[in-house]
């Protein structure tokens, strides 16, 4: 798995929020992009999940976005705030999600949830998670399908020390199964923890290091 961006740019009501990025990302690796709010960090997670229209090419694995594909044809995501049915239990919103694919069962997301630190019979519905928990809902839901590409803006957001620790094991164990994982972070230490490449981005640009 490879994916390659050439020349990505983006502007947005007349400002730039990419400018010229040029990148080469391998499976098997954590990509750590570092730069403050408003960088552009976001901006290039939804430009390689297909979620924004860019100048420039975005390859992956030789197939163009927005010309070959739509999407990457595997990726899980978390991006910004996870949100899930407010009445349904984590199990539940997780079986609904698997079942638009059906790439996995139930023994698989019982798995993930076991991973990430849910409880598996905890019957609160969502609208009843603490912030902690719906990170870690909005981690699972990214990771159960092992794809191929896993993008996980700020992920240790809201997670107490332990969670944060389990945020770095899931990270060890999609990257030694073969997973590009690009993750954002504002605390550069743990970027550092939980990276083997950062990428810095300034006002959209990559910053050579």
Do not use: W
């Not at 990509?31 to 976001?42: A, E, F, I, V, W």
């Amino acid at each position: 798995m490879q994916i390659e961006l050439k020349h990505v740019s983006k502007k947005i009501k007349g400002a730039v929020v990419l400018d010229d990025v040029n990148l080469t990302l391998e499976s098997g690796k954590v990509y750590g992009l570092k730069g403050k709010n408003g960088s552009g960090k976001t901006m290039l997670m939804r430009a390689i999940c297909g979620l924004i229209h860019t100048d420039g090419e975005i390859i992956i694995d030789g197939e163009t976005l927005g010309k070959q594909i739509s999407f990457p044809r595997s990726v899980g995501v978390l991006i910004e705030n996870p949100s899930f049915i407010a009445g349904y239990t984590g199990m539940k919103n997780l079986q609904i999600l698997a079942s638009i694919q059906n790439r996995i069962g139930e023994d698989d997301i019982r798995q993930t949830l076991e991973e990430i630190g849910l409880d598996l019979d905890d019957k609160r519905t969502f609208r009843k998670y603490s912030l902690g928990m719906k990170q870690r809902l909005g981690i699972a839901a990214a990771i159960m399908e092992k794809p191929d590409i896993v993008i996980l803006d700020e992920p240790i957001n809201a997670l107490d020390e332990s969670g944060a620790k389990q945020v770095r094991e899931i990270l060890k164990s999609q990257k030694e199964r073969g997973a590009v994982c690009i993750v954002a972070c504002h605390d550069t230490e743990e970027l550092k923890f939980l990276s083997d490449e950062i990428i810095e981005i300034h006002d959209g640009r990559i910053v050579e290091g």
